[in-house]
């Protein structure tokens, strides 16, 4: 038992002490690399809604909207468990908390990240067809 709880605290340890390797100046300029990527993503797929259903200015604009106030509500909503979380747990289980769900957040954003890539490798090792190699 005492091994397995070694052992674990050698883990978080080291994976704290990866995180704070990390250029902070760099974090932020991937977030916003992110996110200006999501909101080209999110543009793509309005002009495709638009084609498909053939939709006026009028309606993507109220499309936008409430695509807006869902995105509003469910940072409320998070929030909002956020604050329920503190009041019901202790300033340490709190903390606990808060690290696993970061550290989750973080082995979620590795695994996107990895099948990405393995999707790039396939795309390059595909031929394109209508080529001859």
Same mark, same amino acid.
């Given at each position: 038992m005492k091994k397995l709880?070694?052992?674990?605290?050698?883990?978080?340890t080291g994976s704290f002490a990866m995180a704070q390797q990390v250029n902070p100046q760099g974090k932020k300029i991937n977030r916003e690399e992110m996110h200006k990527k999501?909101?080209?993503?999110?543009?793509?797929?309005?002009?495709?809604?638009?084609?498909? @259903?053939?939709?006026?200015?009028?309606?993507?604009?109220?499309?936008?909207? @409430?695509?807006?106030?869902?995105k509003a509500e469910m940072k409320a909503k998070r929030q909002q468990m956020d604050n329920d979380m503190k009041t019901i747990l202790s300033p340490d289980q709190y903390d606990k908390w808060q690290a696993s769900r970061k550290?989750?957040?973080?082995?979620?954003?590795?695994?996107?990240?990895?099948r990405r890539m393995k999707g790039?490798?396939?795309m390059m090792a595909k031929p394109q067809s209508g080529t001859s190699i």
């Open positions: 709880v070694l052992a674990a605290a050698f883990i978080v999501m909101e080209m993503k999110h543009q793509e797929r309005m002009n495709e809604m638009q084609k498909e @259903l053939n939709l006026n200015e009028s309606q993507v604009a109220k499309i936008k909207d @409430l695509h807006e106030k869902r550290a989750k957040m973080e082995e979620r954003k590795s695994a996107m990240k990895e790039d490798r396939k």
